[in-house]
C-alpha cells in the first residue's frame, strides 16, 4: 500500500496553502522534487549539447542521456535500440504513420481502429489514408465503449494491415486486452500501432511480453517533464524505416550530391539537439515511480476510482459513462448544465478537472454526448480529496453557476 502522506509531501506544488485538489492527471501529472532536482541539476550543473563535444560537460551530459535510454528501455522491457526519444506521443504516433504507415500500405488496404482514440492516435492516418487511398475501418465497441475480443475478431479481415487503437482510453478509462489484440493481428498479418500514454504511468507494461509493434507514451503523465516522449518500435521495423527529421546527430556523413548516411537505430531518428533535461528528468520520474512500485501505483488508483464511483452513484444530480471501469479515469456530467461551467465552479473550490470533449471528437457516437467532466486520479490523490469534490458536487446548480460566471 502507498504511504500517501509521504507522498504528497515529495511534489511542491500541493504543499502551498491554496488547498489544491488535482483531479487532472490524465491531461498532465504534478512533478515530485526528485524529477525537478534532475531537470535543475542539468541546467546548473552540467549544461552542454549531448553527443557533440569532447569536453567533460558534455561527456557528462551524453553519459546521463544514454542511461537515461536504458532506463525507459529496461522499464518496459526493452532493448535501448527500440527506444526513440521524441516530444511526446503525438509525435511519435505522426512518425508511425508517416514513416511507416506511408511505406507498407497500398491503395485498398485497412487501416482498423476504434471510435475512443485521441486525436493524435487517429488524425495521421486519415491523412495517410487520404494519400493511398486506404480505407478507415472501426471496432463496433459495447454501449459503454469497451472492445471486446468478439468484436475485434470479427473485425479482423485480411485486408486489414495495421491496427490502431488506445492501451487505456483517455477519457472512459477502459483498459484494453492488448497482448490478445497484438496476437489476432498478426495471425492476419497485420502491424500493430499503440497509444499507451495513458497506460504507463498507472501500471506495469511490459513491451516485449505484449507484442506489439509500435508503442507511443509521454513523459509529462507519469510525473516527467513536458515536452518529452517515446516511441518504441520493433527493431526490425525501425531499421526499414526512415526518419521524418533530419539533422545534425541523425547522419554520420552527406555530401553535396545529396547522398546521405544515416546513423544507426534509434540515433537516426533523433536529429537535432533533444530535449536533454527532459529525458533526465524522465529517467528521474521513472526511478521515483520504480521506487514506489508499479502494482501498488495499480492498487491505490483502482480503490480510489471504486471509492469514488460508489460516492457518485449515491448522488441524484450526476450521470456515470463509464460505471464499470476499475482505472482511475471517470467521466461523468452533472445533470443540465455544461461540463465547463462546472468545471469553472469546482475550480473556484480549488478542484481541477478536466471538461470538454478530450481531444477524441468521435466518441460521442459511443456514449451519445459531446462534453463531459474527466476526473483522473493518480498516486497523491485520497479519498479526502474524493470527499471534498462530492461535497462541492453535490451542491452545485445552474444558478450557482451562472453566478460565478457573472
Not at 550543473?45 to 549531448?50: E, K, P, Q
Not at 526493452?78 to 511505406?103: K, M, P, R, W
Amino acid at each position: 500500500m502507498l504511504d500517501v502522506t509521504k507522498i504528497r509531501k515529495d511534489f511542491p506544488i500541493l504543499n502551498k496553502d491554496d488547498g489544491l485538489i488535482y483531479l487532472d492527471s490524465a491531461a498532465t501529472s504534478l512533478k515530485p522534487k526528485k524529477v525537478i532536482d534532475a531537470v535543475l541539476a542539468y541546467y546548473q550543473d552540467y549544461t552542454a549539447n549531448i553527443h557533440r563535444g569532447d569536453y567533460r560537460l558534455s561527456l557528462m551530459a551524453s553519459e546521463l542521456y544514454d542511461k537515461a535510454r536504458e532506463n525507459v528501455a529496461d522499464f518496459v522491457n526493452v532493448s535501448a535500440t527500440e527506444i526513440i526519444f521524441t516530444s511526446g506521443s503525438t509525435a511519435s504516433l505522426n512518425q508511425v504513420a508517416y514513416q511507416f504507415g506511408l511505406d507498407i500500405l497500398q491503395a485498398g488496404d485497412v487501416i482498423l481502429t476504434t471510435e475512443t482514440e485521441h486525436a493524435s492516435s487517429i488524425l495521421p492516418w486519415y491523412q495517410v489514408a487520404k494519400k493511398i487511398n486506404a480505407k478507415i475501418e472501426y471496432v463496433p465497441l459495447n454501449n459503454e465503449g469497451l472492445i471486446t475480443i468478439e468484436n475485434f475478431t470479427k473485425a479482423m479481415h485480411d485486408q486489414v494491415k495495421i491496427v490502431v487503437t488506445t492501451h487505456v482510453s483517455n477519457v472512459l478509462g477502459h483498459v484494453n486486452p492488448i497482448k490478445e489484440l497484438a496476437r489476432i493481428t498478426h495471425d492476419h498479418d497485420g502491424y500493430i500501432v499503440v497509444d499507451g500514454a495513458q497506460a504507463i504511468p498507472h501500471m506495469l507494461i511490459d513491451l516485449k511480453d505484449l507484442d506489439v509493434d509500435f508503442y507511443a507514451f509521454s513523459g509529462h503523465k507519469m510525473l516527467a517533464p513536458t515536452g518529452v516522449g517515446v516511441l518504441y518500435g520493433k527493431r526490425c521495423w525501425l531499421d526499414k524505416m526512415l526518419p521524418l527529421f533530419y539533422g545534425g546527430g541523425s547522419n554520420a556523413r552527406f555530401d553535396k550530391q545529396g547522398n546521405i548516411t544515416l546513423k544507426n537505430t534509434p540515433e537516426k531518428f533523433e536529429a537535432g539537439t533533444p530535449s536533454i533535461e527532459g529525458v533526465l528528468g524522465l529517467s528521474a520520474a521513472i526511478d521515483y515511480l520504480r521506487d514506489i512500485g508499479m502494482d501498488n501505483v495499480l492498487m491505490h488508483e483502482e480503490e480510489l476510482s471504486k471509492y469514488l464511483l460508489t460516492k457518485l452513484h449515491e448522488l441524484n444530480n450526476v450521470i456515470i459513462y463509464n460505471p464499470s471501469v476499475k482505472s482511475g479515469i471517470i467521466a461523468l456530467n452533472v445533470k443540465n448544465i455544461f461540463s465547463q461551467d462546472v468545471a469553472a465552479y469546482l475550480d473556484h473550490h480549488h478542484i481541477a478537472v478536466r471538461s470538454g470533449n478530450h481531444c477524441a471528437k468521435i466518441l460521442n457516437n459511443v456514449i451519445q454526448v459531446t462534453d463531459t467532466i474527466r476526473c483522473s486520479l493518480y498516486i497523491y490523490n485520497t479519498k479526502e480529496d474524493i470527499d471534498e469534490f462530492i461535497r462541492v458536487l453535490k451542491d452545485v446548480t445552474l444558478e450557482k453557476c451562472i453566478d460565478l460566471i457573472i
